[in-house]
């Protein structure tokens, strides 16, 4: 625990002036970031006296070793790059909102050719219309059913959309006259796109003028006597309407607002927001976060902003945001807004009318929020702490366990043996942390000496780091810390380290590389910026599933490389025992522990990522063709060969000067193709098992093409066993 007067400040160092702070722990991680209108007031305030501070802020200012700040010119650009450092660095004491899901958002592909009406959740993407977010995706299926009868636009995948091009026939939807059916030419592209276009205007709140025009067209009909005609415009109506009324009319004038609400206690606070466009409730979502630290009401709605609207520009913005409270200052926050929607936004209290009585139901609903996340027993703090607490009596630790994890091996039948780390901080899932390991110090199916390579491998690179730093004592000599490429730490390439400007570090690649998957690229090290290092953090606690064996395998690893000082313990599935090193009898914790409830999570964790990575290298490794054999040909370029002849077997038979009118194929590798295609064998001819007739199949292309391998893959899995 560090004492907040040895790294404070001299007096007169801090300016008088708007800026943004960071404090750091003695690893240099970034665990705090705030904003200031006068960086000297606001800092001056986390140096008092210790017991005159709130509980959160004295254990932040009492984890940190420092502080650092940037001044800017306005507030407004202090609220920005607050958002900023709090996206890029992840401080575990900032306020943060935990989304329960991922809402889904109704889209419209405007971007392609043929636009496309689909369930989207995620990341949003330019040229395409969003209307949402929902609930429930069934919501949004009911909602386009209904008005697919009155605009049949396509609805299908790009596969089933060039399956029906090819043989001409449409969809079941396009029989039925729930599709346009673009794809076999019953419309124009430019008429499909009307389709798709008065869909969005539909969706986004112009429906008066739309169902009155459809009301007109039912009575001409009626009058010329085309009555199976009017028949239809009135089933179209009436689709219509039912689909309107499942969003109804709250608001006048058709509004566009935003409407936030929060319910709080001491320790967690939820967040409601209800997405009103067009008068009607088109979308609802809602957050949860701990109070990590001390603050109003009006911070947790200034944070809200900022998570809700700082990846969105354009409408998506919209011009009225009503809160419950203002930030403090309001100002900098609406001119934020402003900026972000290119247009005046106003952001304010409603005081009475409609307005305020909707206000009153995003209350209740953010009361029930937080009412129901209370009951859940794996996001309750007191609970976590408690779970924490067990842990360390148990295993006899000085402390409680912030830092855990945990490690598994999956394999099938001894074939595709990997790893995985998940880690753990104060009881919650830290997900950016994971990572994934192959083992290749040997082959075949041995669980205990896997833990061993795993352990060994992640900690030399913890030591590696700790040497880096000058925080390991050792001499760089030792045969442990040598490096080695057979056991480097293999990192999933997902957890690419994101770049950070000002900074000159440049990721190292192991030579023994040869690709993203092959998961064995050094961690890029971000010296001196704060955010997160691969494998740099040393955990309390050492988690591995299994029994005896793999917790001496564990402690065999540690001791080889002179780590004294984290605890190991594994957790056998058979009776859920925990085993720790050098007993010979495992702990028994009661069956209504929370400390083994969270090992169970924790273990079951590591298990389900590392038994999702093995599946995904096995299903490669079953989609790998013989155009996977030669080297530097690309994904690229395996299209355009199978594009070019069709399929493989016909690519066997081509001969070198074909293959060099490929688009990107010379004669150097044209030559290098026939050879990898001469060493393999062609698949063996399908035999139809009821008649003996043998079916002229084309040889299945490689994994780039598109083409799958999944039978085979199946097949193999119904054999094998996973573990």
């Known amino acids: ?148 009868r009155v605009f049949p636009v396509r609805t299908c995948s790009a596969g089933v959309f060039k399956n029906a091009a090819r ?15 673009p794809c076999v030419a019953r419309v124009s592209p430019d008429e499909h796109r009307e389709l798709a276009e008065e869909f969005c205007d539909f969706m986004a709140g112009r429906t008066g003028t739309y169902i009155r025009r459809l009301e007109k067209q039912m009575m001409d009909a009626a009058e010329e006597m085309e009555y199976e005609k009017a028949a239809r415009l009135r089933d179209d109506i009436g689709a219509l309407k039912k689909a309107m009324e499942k969003n109804a009319v709250v608001l006048a004038d058709a509004t566009d607002a935003d409407l936030m609400a929060v319910a709080e206690d001491e320790l967690e606070a939820a967040v409601q927001i209800f ?42 913005v919209p011009k009225e945001v009503l809160v419950p409270a203002l930030p403090e200052p309001a100002e900098p926050v609406q001119e934020w807004l402003t900026g972000r929607r290119g247009s005046n936004v106003s952001l304010r209290i409603p005081q009475r009318g409609d307005k305020k009585a909707l206000m009153e139901t995003v209350q209740r609903n953010a009361q029930q929020a937080l009412a129901l996340h209370k009951t859940k027993r794996a996001s309750d703090l007191t609970t976590r702490s408690r779970a924490l607490e067990e842990i360390a009596e148990a295993l006899d630790l000085d402390s409680a366990p912030l830092r855990i994890e945990c490690y598994d091996i999956s394999h099938l039948q001894g074939d595709d043996v990997v790893a995985s780390m998940v880690v753990f901080e104060d009881g919650l899932a830290r997900k950016s942390e994971y990572r994934r390991f192959q083992i290749r110090g040997f082959a075949g199916q041995d669980d205990v000496r896997s833990m061993h390579e795993v352990i060994t491998r992640r900690f030399k690179r913890y030591l590696a780091e700790q040497e880096k730093t000058g925080e390991w004592a050792g001499d760089g000599s030792s045969p442990e810390l040598a490096e080695d490429s057979s056991t480097e730490p293999a990192v999933d390439g997902s957890f690419a380290e994101p770049t950070v400007h000002g900074s000159s ?29 691969r494998f740099a953090y040393p955990p309390q606690l050492v988690v591995v599933d299994g029994g005896q064996p793999q917790v001496a395998a564990a402690k065999k690893a540690l001791d080889e490389l002179g780590i004294d000082d984290i605890a190991v313990c594994g957790l056998a599935k058979r009776l859920e025992e925990v085993w720790v090193p050098d007993e010979g009898d495992p702990l028994v ?135």
């Open 505 to 533: 570090a440049e990721p190292t690649v192991d030579g023994s590389l040869a690709g993203a998957e092959d998961d064995d690229a050094r961690a890029r090290l971000v010296d001196d910026t704060g955010r997160p290092k």
């Open 1 to 148: 625990m560090a004492d907040p007067s040895s790294y404070r400040p001299k007096p007169g160092q801090i300016p008088d002036s708007p800026g943004v702070y960071r404090f750091r722990d003695e690893h240099r991680r970034v665990i705090y970031v705030g904003k200031a209108k006068s960086l000297r007031q606001r800092l001056a305030n986390y140096f008092q006296d210790l017991a005159g501070l709130h509980p959160r802020t004295r254990t932040m200012v009492t984890t940190a070793a420092s502080v650092e700040w940037t001044v800017v010119s306005t507030e407004v650009e202090a609220l920005q790059l607050e958002y900023s450092w709090i996206k890029e660095f992840d401080p575990r004491f900032n306020v943060k909102y935990r989304d329960d899901k991922s809402y889904p958002y109704l889209a419209v592909t405007m971007n392609e050719e043929f636009p496309r009406v689909q369930v989207m959740r995620g990341h949003k993407k330019k040229g395409v219309r969003y209307f949402g977010p929902y609930a429930h995706a069934w919501a949004i299926r009911d909602t386009v059913d209904l008005l697919l």
């Open 589 to 723: 914790l009661p069956r209504t522990s929370e400390g083994l409830y969270l090992l169970q999570r924790v273990r079951d964790e590591a298990h389900r990522f590392a038994i999702t990575y093995q599946r995904t290298k096995r299903a490669k490794r079953f989609k790998a063709g013989p155009l996977d054999e030669v080297p530097g040909l690309g994904d690229a370029r395996k299209q355009a060969l199978i594009r070019h002849f069709g399929s493989v077997k016909k690519l066997r038979a081509a001969t070198l000067e074909q293959i060099c009118e490929v688009p990107g194929v010379g004669r150097k590798t044209a030559e290098t193709i026939l050879g990898a295609l001469a060493r393999t064998a062609p698949a063996a001819p399908a035999v139809n098992t009821a008649t003996g007739e043998i079916i002229e199949d084309e040889e299945p292309a490689p994994a780039g093409s598109g083409q799958e391998a999944g039978a085979a893959g199946a097949s193999y899995e119904r054999r094998g066993q996973e573990t």
């Open 275 to 316: 997405h009103v466009r067009g008068g009607r409730v088109r979308g609802q979502r809602g957050w949860v976060t701990d109070k990590v630290e001390a603050v109003t009401t009006g911070d947790l709605v200034e944070h809200a902003l900022q998570q809700l609207y700082g990846e969105e520009t354009g409408d998506s």
């Open 167 to 181: 043989t001409g026939r449409p969809c079941l939807l396009g029989y039925i006259g729930k599709c346009s059916a």
